[in-house]
Structures are given as structure tokens and as C-alpha cells.
């Protein structure tokens, strides 16, 4: 069986089913929010796509399910943007995360009009790093001790991305659904 095809769409609310399942897939998931019913998973998907949402969320879709989310969160003042992103247990290790990532950067900067976007990842998390650094991110340092996990505190690198930076060379995933960015790529 050949493995689905996979486009970046938007976050809708039908979506909060496989939000809680991509929860529930992996222990580590809770550092990106409280998830841990459906009702919860419905919240997590209204307070990201409400009309005065300062979020651009995309679903990284394969078929039409959900697998994961890449996700700016805008601050319009500054034309920057705070980027994150996550993707279920079964749909690690695929190369999907860091197309759509490096799709939505682009995106963000090139159409959104973005100027800066930013994101940080625990340094015992190096495949965080390796989906940034793909997405065009560079390291800007590294925040000792930022988090309190399980008692022990943690470091976080950080990382920056200028609308003026070269773009990476990627394979872009097609962006459907979205208004102005079905063009895109």
C-alpha cells in the first residue's frame, strides 16, 4: 500500500478527535498544551482558529487526517511571529514535520509578510533542532535551565529566521484550503 499524500491545510474544529489521538500518542506531547479529553482537544482547536485568534494554524494532513500542526503565532505589531509545531507518534520519522515546516516558513515570510520568526526547542529534543535548522532557522543560543520537567531543569535552544535569510532548499508541501495561500507554493 503506498503511503498518503500530504498537504498543509487549515486547522478546522472536525480536526479536535485527531488533536486528542496525536495527544494521546505520546507522553511528550503535553509540553504543547493541556489535552487529555476530546472536550479539551475541542478548546485547543477553537482558542487556535477563533476569528480573533493571533494564531496561523495549519494541519499537516496526510489523506485528510490530521497527523500534525505547524503553527505561527503572530504578533502583528512587530511583524513577527512565535513558530511551533507538532506531529502525532505514528507519523514521526517520515520527513513530513520538516517539509511543512519549512513550507510554512516560507510562507509566513514570503505571503503572511512576517519579517522574523522564532521558536525554541529542549536541547534533549535534537529532532526539534534538525526540523528547524531545515526550515531555514538559525541557532541563536541556547537559554540555560528555561524548563522544569519531571524536576530537572532544562536547557532551550533558540533559533531565528529573517525574512532577508536565504531561503533553505526544500521540497515544498502543497498548501490547499487556506484563502491567499492556495497559491503556495
Not at 22 to 38: H, I, K, L
Not at 160 to 182: I, N
Request: charged share 25%; with cysteine.
Amino acid at each position: 500500500m503506498s503511503e498518503p499524500s500530504v498537504v498543509l491545510r487549515r486547522l478546522r474544529p472536525t480536526d479536535a478527535c485527531a488533536v486528542f489521538d496525536a495527544f494521546e500518542s505520546n507522553a511528550d506531547m503535553v509540553r504543547q498544551g493541556e489535552v487529555s479529553t476530546v472536550v479539551e482537544a475541542e478548546h485547543y482547536v477553537a482558542r487556535l482558529i477563533a476569528a480573533d485568534s493571533p494564531h496561523e494554524a495549519w494541519a499537516v494532513a496526510a489523506g485528510d487526517t490530521l497527523v500534525g500542526l505547524v503553527c505561527v503565532t503572530v504578533d502583528e505589531a512587530n511583524r513577527n511571529g512565535w513558530f511551533w509545531y507538532w506531529m502525532s507518534d505514528a507519523a514521526r520519522g517520515r520527513g513530513w514535520m520538516s517539509r511543512a515546516a519549512a513550507t510554512v516558513a516560507e510562507w509566513a515570510l514570503a505571503v503572511r509578510g512576517l519579517q522574523r520568526l522564532e521558536l525554541g526547542h529542549r536541547v534533549n529534543n535534537p529532532a526539534s533542532g534538525a526540523i528547524a535548522r531545515h526550515a531555514g532557522f538559525v541557532k541563536e543560543g541556547t537559554e540555560r535551565a528555561k524548563f522544569l520537567l519531571d524536576g530537572q531543569r532544562v536547557d532551550v535552544d533558540t533559533y531565528g529566521r529573517l525574512a532577508s535569510d536565504p531561503p533553505p532548499r526544500f521540497v515544498a508541501v502543497p498548501m490547499v484550503d487556506g484563502g491567499e495561500a492556495d497559491a503556495y507554493p
